[in-house]
Nanobody
Framework: HVQLVESGGGLVQAGGSLRLSCAPSGRTFITYPMGWFRQAPGKEREFVAAISWSADDTYYADSVKARFTISRDNGKNTVYLQMSSLKPEDTAIYYC?????????????????WGQGTQVTVSS
C-alpha cells in the first residue's frame, strides 16, 4: 500500500503561482505513473495532469494547459505541480495519485493510491 502526502497548497491572489508537491510517506518509492486531480465544492473530482514514470510524457486537462506544469524528480521521490496564472475557478482540493501499470491515466478510477489532498484557494 502506498500512502501519498501532498503539500504546498494555500491562499493566493488571482494571477499568482503555487507549487504543489507529492511524496510517499515512509520508505516507499514512487515507481508509477502519477496524476493530479482536483475537486471543488459541489463538483466531481476532475483530472488535472498526468506524468509517466520516466517523465518523458505528460498530459493536461484543457483548462490548465499552458498554465500548469507537472514534473517529477525520481531521485527525490517527489512529484510536483507548478501552477501559474491562477484563476478563482482553480480553487479546489488538489489530490495526487499513483497509477499501477505503465500507461498514464486521465480518470480517477484508473488510479490505485491517493493522498489526502491539499487546499488551493484563489481569491479574485
Amino acid at each position: 500500500h502506498v500512502q501519498l502526502v501532498e503539500s504546498g497548497g494555500g491562499l493566493v491572489q488571482a494571477g499568482g503561482s503555487l507549487r504543489l508537491s507529492c511524496a510517499p510517506s515512509g520508505r516507499t518509492f514512487i515507481t508509477y505513473p502519477m496524476g493530479w486531480f482536483r475537486q471543488a465544492p459541489g463538483k466531481e473530482r476532475e483530472f488535472v495532469a498526468a506524468i509517466s514514470w520516466s517523465a518523458d510524457d505528460t498530459y493536461y486537462a484543457d483548462s490548465v494547459k499552458a498554465r500548469f506544469t507537472i514534473s517529477r524528480d525520481n531521485g527525490k521521490n517527489t512529484v510536483y505541480l507548478q501552477m501559474s496564472s491562477l484563476k478563482p475557478e482553480d480553487t479546489a482540493i488538489y489530490y495526487c495519485a499513483a497509477k499501477l501499470g505503465q500507461s498514464m491515466g486521465i480518470t480517477a478510477d484508473q488510479y490505485a493510491y491517493w493522498g489526502q489532498g491539499t487546499q488551493v484557494t484563489v481569491s479574485s
